[in-house]
């Protein structure tokens, strides 16, 4: 069963940091772009970040720009999403996603985690 795995959510003032990982289990993702996405209660799901392959590449949204930071490790076959001065409307739940194509569409993406609860409280 090919399954994405998040950890790292929790409480954290406004202002501090997270780190967030996503494993995988089942299948390799190293010749897949990775995303990161949030979901906050009675919104869409929304794009993040996103990484290349080879991590060559990145994309964020402006929401994040500046303040998160996505990074890979394809030997260890994690992704990361470090979040640093967070704001309260951070809080969401985080889904990490992989797709055959580097891209910050939704749709894209093929394979999803289960999401990790991010709250920033202020």
């Known amino acids: 069963q090919v399954q994405l795995i998040e950890s790292g959510g929790g409480l954290v003032q406004a202002g501090g940091s997270l780190r967030l990982s996503c494993a995988a289990s089942g299948r390799t993702f190293s010749n897949y772009a990775m995303g990161w996405f949030r979901q906050a209660p009675g919104k869409e799901r929304e794009f993040v970040a996103a990484i290349t392959w080879s991590g060559a590449g990145t994309t964020y949204a402006n929401s994040v720009k500046g303040r998160f930071t996505i990074s890979r490790d394809n030997a260890k076959n994690p992704v990361y999403l470090q979040m640093n001065s967070l704001k309260p409307e951070d809080t969401a739940v985080y889904y990490c996603?992989?797709?055959?194509?580097?891209?910050?569409?939704?749709?894209?993406?093929?394979?999803w985690g289960q999401g990790t609860q991010v709250t920033v409280s202020s």
């Open positions: 996603a992989a797709a055959e194509w580097f891209t910050r569409s939704t749709s894209g993406y093929a394979y």
